[in-house]
């Protein structure tokens, strides 16, 4: 197992700002695992079965570690009613399998979308989508929703993310949302409202200093660029500095990137 981490790295602990999004979720930041830095594309359910197996014999399960988060990718389509449709030979069991086998762990089960109209990795988004698909993320059984923000265009970060939130609350299953939105918009000043925890940054890097030629910021940096910002976390709502990484290139929080 080599990716085990805090999906909030290093999320700041003061409570105040706006109020919380009232869903009882996130009363302290989650922790857990997420697919995207170490497997990419390259997801199935074999590779998260495997993990969620790590977590418990490793111990990081009774540590706290509770989220298992299937990043971009393990969606290939919409079947012709719009209902999202799961990548059948990489996750031939379907994903409410999944989340069932994950669940028999005592672990929760996590899964990813974009706002707009594709994933970075290309996949189909959630825009017009968002009430259909928490309905469907419910069925499955999914306890965590990781929101990116590529493929967006004119949209408007707040409006946007409050319909998720919105469909979410309506899905009848209590579901943590994750706002990937990069920090662009200071989700910080009205993320509260929306989500349980909200992207500050742009993407890690692994290595401890230095920003990216196109994006992206090592760990010293993105902790810079948390001071001032801590008096908009508590519990329920959380400011999100990406996650932690290792000389292994391995990750924690479900990276949010985008395609360029």
């Not at 996650?243 to 949010?256: D, F, H, I, K, V």
């Amino acid at each position: 197992m080599k990716k085990l981490l805090p999906l909030a790295l290093l999320a700041l602990l003061i409570a105040g700002g706006a109020q919380a999004l009232d869903n009882g979720l996130a009363k302290t930041p989650p922790m857990g695992w997420n697919s995207w830095n170490k497997f990419g594309c390259n997801v199935s359910e074999e590779l998260v079965r495997k993990a969620a197996q790590q977590m418990v014999k490793t111990g990081m399960k009774d540590a706290g570690y509770q989220y298992i988060v299937i990043d971009d990718c393990w969606q290939v389509s919409r079947d012709g009613d719009g209902n999202i449709v799961a990548d059948p030979v990489r996750f031939h069991s379907g994903i409410k399998a999944l989340a069932d086998y994950v669940h028999s762990l005592g672990l929760k089960m996590g899964i990813y979308s974009d706002a707009g109209s594709a994933t970075c990795g290309g996949r189909p988004g959630g825009r017009g989508h968002e009430f259909q698909d928490a309905r469907q993320y419910a069925r499955w059984g999914i306890d965590y929703l990781k929101y990116d923000w590529c493929n967006t265009s004119t949209q408007d970060a707040p409006s946007s993310y409050a319909t998720m939130r919105d469909a979410l609350a309506d899905s009848g299953r209590p579901i943590m949302f994750s706002i990937c939105e990069w920090g662009n918009a200071k989700p910080w000043l009205w993320g509260a409202a929306d989500g349980n925890l909200w992207r500050t940054t742009t993407d890690i890097l692994d290595h401890w200093e230095g920003r990216g030629e196109k994006y992206g910021a090592g760990v010293m940096d993105i902790v810079d660029m948390q001071v001032g910002i801590e008096q908009y976390a508590g519990p329920g709502h959380w400011n999100d500095p990406d996650m932690l990484e290792n000389t292994a290139r391995t990750s924690a929080s479900g990276r949010c990137w985008r395609r360029r």
